[in-house]
């Protein structure tokens, strides 16, 4: 499996991403000019500050070169997994549904968070058990998931809530506690906490590897 | 001179240089210098080069009794940062910078450009900027609204700048006393990785050299910060200096950074400077005075922000994310190509060459000429007038301890509640201390942060200490005493000191008593450094923080790196284990309440002196701990600091999560045990076994065991001395209020 990681003016957490994936498979960066995908097997649009959040979160990074292709791949049943500002830049992009708005108390919030796994029916979750408990941090200042009731019963009824922050772990007012969600094809996923950082004991826990896993074990 | 023309421009005369913050002497050695009056470009680039701020004109001669040599010393003094060798061909680059004036006019913007600033300096080296620490001061938050405002936007600011740039911050300190409170202190450190061979400096070389300017435009913003912010006390107007600070962009600063490390990484340049203080000007000079050279500068050709500025504000322009390198001809193209692939402009605007001047030009018009030397080098450095004051400097603190709270038990909570010593937690979690996958150890986690950077389990540790009011008490030991609190937090989490940084906050250097505290300090920082083994390899001068109430507490910030050899065996703050055996490690003598945190909550004025320190003793605690930690024999380590004893130990159970035991005659115990301050006393825990051997290498007394849910003396007869959990936490969180 060849992970592909998109490369924004602004992206932080694009390196750690890429060594996250390098421990289930082969992983590189994108860059952001280039609307060539490099033949990549999933791709992970990473974590930061792209554009510097000007206009609004993820909305500059949307309308780049790499992100038409990776609409068209996500179109295409590929793989794409993102993650804190890359849930921002699929939701801007249409490829998953909701929008992420400012915390309640207005304050970024970097801490561990325990999330209950919501589906394993995902590209992105086969390795996991519907209910469990993972362990991974949130860091953010924009990530309250918000989207119209009807859509939110919506996206229960068709499982697709890819993980919620347990009981007293909801750091910034999430709608239903929702910190990830799928897409309608399964294959794309969005979530504000940090799987690329819980792949290590030594940095913390190692619980978001099994994000990672999921999508290498899928068949390519 | 060479066989310059006199250049083009308005002679402005000593009273704009006086207005400037130039002395009427200095002004007059300035007219030798040049053999004529300098015109305005010129008087502006003096008066910025000969401030207090760029000259060191006050602290340059002590600062040379600073150590700075050592077998680990990469980089020392001199440079953008200094750096130091960790070993595995890996190189730590690292510096403390102040930014107090601007965080004090603007917080937000202040602290956050002081963090972009710091950074710069870190990758002008051609080092990856890896962590930041910060360091605060202000007033009390009770009293002061003003303080509590202060204290939120600096907070925020540094976060702005560093979760936006991927840079994680990874730990520091707060304190709030009253004498910060017109005049806050904001200090970041930042280290960055390199290996050793590709480090670069920033002296100019090559005649015939292209000089490159990339990054941001140039505008007015921060005109004149050096000189009206950071060399003059606070006065009642100083919102009139607002336009001074400067504003930052974290994301021009990230292409800034990812452009110069690519820039480094390809070879494409000779020598490199960010453009900090006095913009163009300082970085100019002092690249053409590292070099040997001079510098010719068309300020026509810098992209600007805003028509119709002036050469002169071009010239001292602090508009941040800015870079000056220097490029052979040849590659130029490559230079600029690179700079369109990052979006940060690139423009060719000077060369380097063979007369040693600064030559400023407008287009074909010369608007200054100054001989490198005597911009950069000629300011006349002054000898301070140190006099130890005869009547104390600082009023006693206000009482904040209710007069009923008297019992171990209430005290303890007080203690544990108050501003210097509560959880700052509210802080640290709106930083991102995790980017870049390097930290082994976040904020509370063990006494110093600690990053992974080798690929066989190597890292280092990183602590930043200094508490003001010990060393208003006591210049010499109180400054003694931050840096060994320094080296006690690295010795928790098994790290060896490699290099030292500081930034020496003080208020007016021309006041005899200031200079007094001043000259004791950097007396202190010395011999513990010296004994310590961990030169001091950079760092920066903060004078002039007085405002209408009076000077700050001396404030001699250090900052500390030190090698972990194996990150897996760091020892964390908090008890770890059930059943553990605990004790008190490392102090051979009664501790001290004198300026210890609970005289301030009772008022007490400062003593005059604080008791000698036994520096060699501590010397030898900190090898026998700092080897505990390395063979894995403790469970955990924690320094006892602010609070004292008693303090340490509850902050181990919290840390934990752990209750403990305390067993001895209690009624007998001094308060001075309990609630005194001294340095490098430890809590420790592990198998009885372990702390027996170490007993054996220095003093240790096993007091109880780890578990349970409170923290219980033994025996209680009237079951009072119990804290539960739940209380201790509830005290230690007294600071979220502050951050709703």
Known sequence: MRFGVVQFPGSCDEVDAVLAAERVGEAELLWHRDADLRGVDAVIVPGGF????????????????????????????????????????????????GALLPNTRLRFVCRQADLVVGTANSAWSGDCTTGEILSIPVKHTTGRYYAPEAMLDELEADDRVLVRYANGHNPNGSLRDIAGVVGE???????????????????????????????????? | MSDAVAPVGVVQGIDQAVALGLT?????????????EPVEVELA???????????????????????????????????????????????????????????????????????????RDIFAIGARPIAVLDSLRFGEPADSERSRYLLD???????????????????????????????????????????????????????????VLYGASTGRDGIGGASVLASAEFGEDDADKRPSVQVGDPFEEKKLLECSLELLEKGSIVSLQDLGAAGLTSSASEMASGGKVGIDIDVAKVPLREPGMAPFEVMVSESQERMLCVVKPDRVADVLALCEKWEVHGTAIGTVIEDRVMRIRDGDVVVGEMPVEALVDDCPLYDLAPEKPTEPVYPAPARTLPVDVTTTHDLL???LASPNIASRRPLFEQYDCLVQSRTVRRPEEADAAVLAVGEDGAGIGVAIDCNGRRVAADPYWGTVAAALECAANLACVGAEPLGTTNNLNFGNPEKPHIAWQLTEAVRGLGDACRALQAPIVGGNVSLYNEGVAGPIYPTPVVGMVGAVPDVGCVAPSGFARDGDAWGLAGWNRMPSLAASELAKLRGEPLPDGLPEIDIP??????????????????????????????????????LGGRGATLTGSWAEVPEAILFGEDACGFIVSGSREALE?????????????????????????DGETVWSLDELRNAHGALASLFP
């Open chain 2, 24 to 36: 009427r002497p200095e002004y007059a050695l300035i007219i030798e210098k040049l053999g004529r």
């Open chain 2, 45 to 119: 680039m003096f008066s910025l080069l000969w401030s207090e701020h760029c000259a060191y004109k006050h602290s340059k001669k002590l600062l040379r009794t600073l150590p700075t040599e050592g077998p680990s010393v990469v980089m020392g003094p001199g440079e953008n940062a200094g750096a130091v060798d960790v070993g595995g061909g890996i190189t730590i680059a690292f510096k403390v910078e102040s930014h107090n004036h601007p965080s004090a006019v603007e917080p937000f913007q202040g602290a956050a450009t002081g963090v972009g600033g710091i950074l």
């Open chain 2, 693 to 717: 051997r170490l007993g054996d290498v220095i003093p240790l007394d096993i007091f109880g065991t780890v578990g349970g849910d409170a923290l219980r003396r033994l025996p209680d007869p």
């Open chain 2, 617 to 654: 003793h501590c010397v030898s605690v900190l090898s026998a701990i700092r080897a505990a930690v390395r063979d894995g024999s403790l469970a955990s380590c924690h320094d006892v600091a602010e609070g004292g004893f008693l303090v340490a130990l509850a902050e181990a159970c919290l």
């Open chain 1, 50 to 97: 792209s554009y510097g959040d000007y206009l609004r979160v993820g909305a500059i990074a949307r309308f780049s070169p790499v992100m038409e292709s990776v609409i068209r791949f996500a179109q295409e049943g590929g793989p794409v997994l993102g993650i804190c500002n890359g849930f921002q830049v699929l939701c801007e992009a249409g490829l998953l549904p």
């Open chain 2, 153 to 211: 936007r600096a907070v925020a600011g540094i976060g702005h700048y560093g979760n936006s740039i991927g840079v994680p911050n990874i730990g520091g300190e707060v304190y709030f006393e009253a004498p910060y409170e017109t005049n806050c202190l904001v200090n970041a450190m930042a280290l960055g990785i390199g290996e050793r061979d590709k480090l670069i400096r920033s002296a100019a070389a090559g005649v015939g050299n292209i000089v």
């Open chain 1, 185 to 220: 094809g399964r294959n794309v996923v969005g979530l504000m906490p940090h799987p690329e950082h819980a792949v290590d004991p030594l940095t913390g826990s190692v619980d978001g590897l099994k994000l990672f896993a999921s999508a290498a074990s899928l068949r390519v």
């Open chain 2, 413 to 415: 909570l007080a203690l």
